[in-house]
């Protein structure tokens, strides 16, 4: 199998990724092998490959593999998934990146759980890019609990995950301000959103002239942390997708967001797959890359400002069936 990944000796820029051939591995009790087509590029995965997250690689043989969505073809199912999955699916998995297992690898052994079929009528690419920003942005708004007819605000909610928030907030009929620069507004209202602020430093006074107690929940996918909180009502709900630096005030709850309580939630990521049909969820593909190519794929996410995902294409796209 080939994989994209750094050796610890190299860690750092863009550069760092480079292609390996690792031995093929086969699927075991519980887990599914995927033919990967695709596998989305992320904000986290650069943390791999600058060694930011070293630690959590004690103990596992480079190179360090990043990535952590995929889709592609079943190609080997192991005995008791407790799934439906079956050699020949077309399917989308999160995936917990360590050592050398993380998604930018042609081949994948990753546990059933963590996998469902992908939308009808997406591609493998665009569908590469929901699993594990969809879950998150299912667990922050879970987190927040924030009841029909409430107001959340999103801020980053032109980028993927802020996007999904956005989509899934209007979904569960909750009132939704995103936070977004102009030229990010129209995408956002076609999301859905029902007021758009924009970026800045007083931008949580912004919100409370919308809001004058200030909203129920805040998804702060922009990771702007205690400057925002001002726009949260007294005992409201901040969900913080990295961790918060700050204190809190008034009572407000911090949550903190890690999509790895999710990684196994099935039934979680099939009701996304569902979203996509219905149209509740829009996917969004910037660009793609071959897996030689990946460092240009991590140069423009360094760059910011892209506005859906890039992708690393290990095979091409199949026929639709
Ligand atoms: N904890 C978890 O489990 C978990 C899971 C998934 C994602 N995450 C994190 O969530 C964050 C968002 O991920 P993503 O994939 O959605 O990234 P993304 O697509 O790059 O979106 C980030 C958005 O925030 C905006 N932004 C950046 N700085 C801003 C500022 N100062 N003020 C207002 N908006 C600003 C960006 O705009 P520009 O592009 O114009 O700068 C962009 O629209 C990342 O930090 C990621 O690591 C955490």
Redesign the pocket.
Known sequence: MRVVGVMPDAYGGPEALRLFELPDRHAGPGKVRIAVHAAAV???DAVVRTGLGHERQQGYEPPYVPGMDVAGIVDEVGPDTGTDLGVGDRVMAIVMPKGNHGGYSDSIVTPARSVVRIPSGATLRAAATLP??GL?ARLALDLLSVPPGGTIAV??A?????GYVVQLAKADDLRVIA?A?ERDERVVRSFGADAVVR?GDDLAARVREIMPAGVDGLVD????GALILPAVRDRGGLAA??PFAGTTERDIAIHQ???REYRREREKLDRLRQQVEDGVLTLRVADTFPPERASEAHIRLDR???RGRLVIEFRAEPDRP
């Open positions: 992320n904000p986290t594990m920003n998150t801020t980053g032109a980028g993927t995950l802020g936070v620069s970026r996918t922009a990771v702007l997708v990295r967001v890690w999509v910011g400002g892209t």
